[in-house]
């Protein structure tokens, strides 16, 4: 039993030392969401702490990821929400894809699903935690930065066949 107990130890202290690449890329201010779009300064901290985390090219990693095996679940976590939403690329993309991530956005905050409320557990990221009136802000914000443009080319697309 002790063997296999020290065996354990080994190996959880063996993977200390293989990490996943940090992500920090240089942002070009002339794509990023909170340059482009100049919210005032209550939504550009809110969007810093509680969206830019984990939907753009700067993260600020918290200190539990130097812990193998949490920082390849935090920095998949990472991956996954530039996918769906990067705010470093945010003027780069589509019109109608911008205008369906913010879509996304505010059904996201209609469910309180973003940011991830598992992060708020034992203190973790605590900051990025927001208030019914944060929220409401936020939803207003990524309204104001819609078009319709997703609903035209969402309908052309079932015109045409392409989804249902």
Same mark, same amino acid.
């Given at each position: 039993? &002790? ?14 030392? &293989? ?17 482009v779009t100049k ?11 509680? #969206?830019?985390? #984990?939907? /753009? +090219?700067?993260?600020? %990693?918290?200190? %539990?990821?130097?812990?193998?095996? =949490? ?12 996918? +769906? ?7 780069? =993309? ?6 369906h991530q913010a879509? *996304? ?15 708020? %557990?034992?203190?973790? +990221?605590? *900051?990025?935690?927001? /208030? ?7 939803? /207003?914000?990524?309204? /104001? ?20």
């Amino acid at each position: 039993m &002790i063997k296999v107990l020290y065996l354990l130890l080994a190996i959880i202290i063996i993977a200390q030392f &293989i990490r996943p690449a940090r992500i920090a890329d240089p942002v070009d201010p002339a794509t990023d969401l909170i340059a482009v779009t100049k919210p005032d300064a209550e939504i550009a901290q809110m969007l810093r702490t509680s #969206c830019y985390d #984990c939907h /753009s +090219h700067q993260p600020n %990693y918290p200190w %539990y990821f130097a812990i193998t095996p =949490v920082n390849f679940w935090l920095n998949d976590h990472i991956q996954d929400g530039l996918k +769906h939403f990067d705010a470093s690329t945010w003027a780069s =993309v589509k019109g109608f894809e911008r205008d369906h991530q913010a879509k *996304d956005a505010m059904e996201e905050m209609d469910k309180k699903e973003m940011p991830i409320p598992d992060f708020f %557990y034992l203190g973790r +990221h605590a *900051d990025a935690k927001l /208030s019914d009136a944060q929220y409401g802000k936020l939803y /207003s914000y990524f309204e /104001s930065l819609r078009d319709g443009s997703w609903d035209i080319e969402k309908a052309r697309r079932k015109a045409a066949g392409e989804i249902k």
